[in-house]
């Protein structure tokens, strides 16, 4: 497996871990608060062993796990690390329901040329193969989650991004926004996501980005790169 993290290339002041897979590789990231760390999301299945050496090289103290959205190649290892380091799950309340049940909220083809990886995509998440393990979080995002953020510790705003899920949720802090899907980068090019509940609503959510206007983009797919190139 090949990996790139912020220990052998650095891009800016992000705390990164990038698994280079397939023409979308896996990213996770964690961002430092008052009282410990914030692992945002977890990664697939192969992405458990390395990326828990990762966290223990680098002595982070995870304290809470943030959960972009609830699809299998973002929650796949939360049960897992939320036992290993005894942390809070945070998840946007519209994606309760998706937790191992990746059809409860269909996905689209954003165009026509990914109207087949959708169909593999949904085809493959109905087979045990695909789902994560259960959990259950400890805090629903909803209503001024920020604040909930402020409560905990966390000098960070935590923004709804609506379209590839009901219930996608992005955190900016110091001019850096972790966006999970709501962008990606496939083969090396930023682009919005190949599929999503709401195209509508996903594009709703591409131009709050712009007015937001973040120095960098850390997406769930992809390693993190310059708002400026989009």
Excluded at 45 to 55: E, F, R
Excluded at 91 to 106: A, S, V, Y
Excluded at 132 to 143: A, W
Excluded at 165 to 191: C, E, F, H, Q
Aim: charge should be negative; aromatic fraction near 12%; charged fraction near 20%.
């Amino acid at each position: 497996m090949r990996i790139q993290t912020s220990n052998n290339v650095q891009i800016g002041n992000i705390s990164y871990f990038t698994e280079l897979s397939g023409d979308a590789p896996i990213s996770v990231y964690v961002i430092s608060g008052k009282n410990g760390d914030m692992l945002i999301d977890t990664g697939f299945s192969t992405t458990s062993k390395p990326l828990l050496n990762w966290i223990i090289e680098n002595d982070y103290n995870i304290t809470d796990i943030f959960i972009t959205h609830a699809h299998p190649d973002h929650d796949w290892n939360a049960a897992k690390f939320k036992q290993v380091f005894n942390a809070r799950i945070w998840l946007g309340k519209e994606d309760l329901t998706l937790i191992r049940n990746f059809g409860e909220q269909p996905q689209h083809p954003t165009h026509n040329r990914f109207a087949n990886r959708v169909k593999w995509i949904t085809f493959w998440t109905k087979t045990p193969f695909f789902k994560s393990n259960q959990y259950v979080p400890d805090i629903l995002l909803d209503v001024n989650p920020t604040e909930v953020a402020r409560q905990y510790g966390y000098d960070i705003d935590i923004v709804h991004l609506p379209g590839h899920t009901k219930g996608s949720y992005g955190v900016l802090k110091d001019g850096v926004l972790y966006a999970g899907d709501a962008y990606a980068v496939i083969n090396g090019m930023p682009m919005e996501p190949p599929h999503a509940y709401s195209v509508e609503e996903m594009r709703d959510s591409i131009r709050k980005i712009a007015e937001l206007s973040p120095g960098y983009l850390a997406c769930g797919h992809g390693v993190p790169f310059p708002f400026s190139r989009i």
